[in-house]
């Protein structure tokens, strides 16, 4: 991973106190903003990444050089405009790409490794809200996520409920189900089993877990595409090869791909990050959190509107999470829309061109 | 919201007309909302504060796209996760007839609802009693206008049926009203005269 310096990065005024009763001194936080902030400061719209995505939603990426992962949603004139919001993204800690993570330096001036303590979705956002103050930001016009950063955007609206006004979860839950869990469990033992990794302890090396990262990205790829969508991109068409080789090439498109998907995630990302982030994502529950409940989460929550969308091939977050945060948001008198969209593409979905997703977000944001 | 509104639908007009006589910032659910014409209006003629149920996706993200809180689900299921007493009013138009249990849809508009409004094509219009009584053949007229095996109405009702099915809930009927042609008639034999009629109820 080449670690490129962030455009713009805030240091946190104090320390961030966690949940695992920890506290991370000195911390700072990377993002980028798009559009003009109003006079009044009333049109800035939160953004959060998921789990590998970052700060840059709508430029190019400094490391890779793509496209910003959400251009065809963020711009001038797009669903969320950026000629009337102020958008703000920014890379959650625990993350690599500017803000304070377990491949930053920690106060010995080496990297923390696994020395940086455990985080959660709600120290993330901790994060963010301190991001925030610093911009002088009161109250959000919106707050939109989808997959974690839709976990982000709920745990925003139910411990700072004052700080937006519009929360659009796309593709989330409001827990990480057995499942999620078990599938994190296996990309994580994958890094950990790469003898690269050396407990964490890689930075000043010239081994590096990649063969375990990109093995779980692999796994963690598929469970962001639908079979339907696999079998629709690949189905049983071989690569480069007129037959079988009888060996454990990539004789197949599909392997191929992911053999490509792992190792260019490699030079992107972070192993020790991706370790802490899905950590941050199994433990999330946010009816846990308060009291068991998923409706006390929100019972402070009355001034937001709240729009919940799901799409029908997500197995990876599927309708039935989406409903369960849907039921607990009546339950309390919350105003919330909820549409389940049809898609082939499973949860990778909200990333991919979706006319009506487009309706739906510049809608809710602008109704 | 600067969009231009069509008129409401007749039965949707009389509901809109009673509830803003109950004054401001009211609480309605509108099951089976549509495009949500019946909610914007009361959202912005009347400053209530409207919630909607709509099964068909597209319908639900035309509402979300005009600032509506629409939630896509099954008024059959999803009634169940609403509070008591939750709204000031339920309304439910021209959907009883689909409902899998009326009497149960009943149950569940009086009790997450103050007052609940239902509208319903009457099955004992003389058009639809002469369709099948000379026709011989499952009616469809301008008030049915789909045919018996695409019909989404699976439990066909008439004004007496539901004056009978408020009855053994005990329910209280306050107001009612009777369209024939989409214009209001008056109430005698209304059984045979009108096709369609809306009910304002209490428990």
């Not at chain 1, 610093?134 to 745990?155: K, W």
């Not at chain 1, 779980?216 to 189905?235: N, Q, V």
């Not at chain 1, 019972?299 to 369960?324: G, K, M, N, Q």
Request: one cysteine or more.
């Amino acid at each position: 991973m080449n670690v490129t310096p962030p455009t713009r990065s805030h240091a946190l005024a104090g320390d961030l106190p966690l949940d695992s009763g920890q506290t991370l001194v000195g911390a700072r936080i990377a993002y980028e903003t798009y559009g003009e902030l109003a006079e009044d400061r009333s049109n800035a719209v939160l953004i959060c990444h998921a789990l590998t995505g970052d700060q840059y939603v709508a430029s190019t990426h400094p490391a890779t050089g793509k496209p910003g992962w959400w251009e065809r949603m963020v711009g001038p004139g797009k669903p969320i405009d950026t000629d009337r919001f102020h958008v703000i993204c920014a890379n959650v800690i625990g993350s690599c790409m500017g803000s304070t993570g377990p491949a930053s330096d920690g106060p010995d001036g080496k990297p923390y490794g696994m020395r940086f303590p455990v985080i959660t979705i709600r120290d993330m956002v901790r994060g963010l809200v301190a991001l925030l103050g610093g911009l002088g930001i009161e109250r959000l016009h919106g707050v939109v996520g989808g997959s974690m950063g839709g976990m982000q955007a709920l745990s925003l609206a139910a411990n700072w409920p004052e700080r937006a006004g519009r929360v659009l979860v796309i593709a989330s839950t409001a827990r990480h189900s057995a499942q999620n869990i078990a599938f994190h469990e296996v990309g994580r033992q994958a890094i950990m089993a790469d003898p690269g990794w050396a407990a964490g302890d890689y930075y000043s090396s010239d081994a590096r877990p990649d063969n375990g990262l990109a093995v779980a990205r692999m796994a963690a790829h598929i469970t962001y595409l639908s079979e339907e969508g696999l079998t629709r991109k690949f189905g049983r068409r071989l690569q480069d090869r007129e037959a079988t080789s009888f060996s454990f090439d990539a004789d197949f498109q599909v392997e191929s791909y992911l053999r490509y998907q792992g190792s260019g995630f490699t030079q992107r990302f972070d192993a020790n990050s991706y370790l802490y982030i899905t950590r941050a994502m199994d433990y999330f529950d946010l009816a846990e959190e308060h009291g068991g409940k998923l409706a006390n989460a929100f019972a402070r929550s009355r001034h937001a509107r709240f729009c919940i969308v799901s799409f029908d091939t997500d197995w990876l977050y599927p309708t039935t999470e989406s409903r369960h945060i849907v039921h607990a948001l009546n339950a309390t008198g919350n105003r919330v829309s909820f549409v389940e969209l049809s898609a082939p593409n499973g949860h990778d979905s909200f990333l991919l061109p979706h006319e009506q997703l487009d309706r739906v977000v510049h809608g809710f944001l602008n109704g | 919201m600067a969009e231009s509104r069509t008129p409401l639908r007749f039965d949707l007009a009389v509901i809109a007309d009673a509830i803003a006589g109950y004054g401001p910032d009211r609480m309605v659910l509108d099951i089976g909302c549509g495009d949500g014409a019946l909610m914007a209006a009361l959202q912005g003629d009347s400053g209530c504060d409207a919630r909607g149920i709509e099964i068909d996706a597209a319908l639900v993200e035309r509402c979300v796209a005009r600032g509506l809180s629409v939630v896509q689900g099954d008024a059959n299921i999803d009634l169940a996760e609403y509070p008591d007493k939750a709204f000031d009013f339920a309304v439910l138009s021209q959907t009883l007839q689909t409902a899998t249990r009326p009497d149960l849809m009943l149950d569940e508009l009086l009790r997450v609802g103050e007052r609940a409004f239902v509208s319903f094509p009457n099955f004992a219009h003389w058009r639809t009693r002469a369709a099948l009584m000379f026709g011989g053949r499952m009616p469809v007229t301008s008030a049915l206008p789909v045919s018996w095996y695409e019909t989404q109405n699976i439990h066909h009702v008439t004004i007496d049926d539901f004056r009978d099915l408020a009855r053994e809930k005990r329910a209280v009927i306050e107001r009612s009203w009777f369209f024939a042609r989409e214009r209001a008639i008056s109430p005698v034999g209304a059984n045979w005269r009108a096709e369609f009629a809306v009910f304002q109820l209490s428990s």
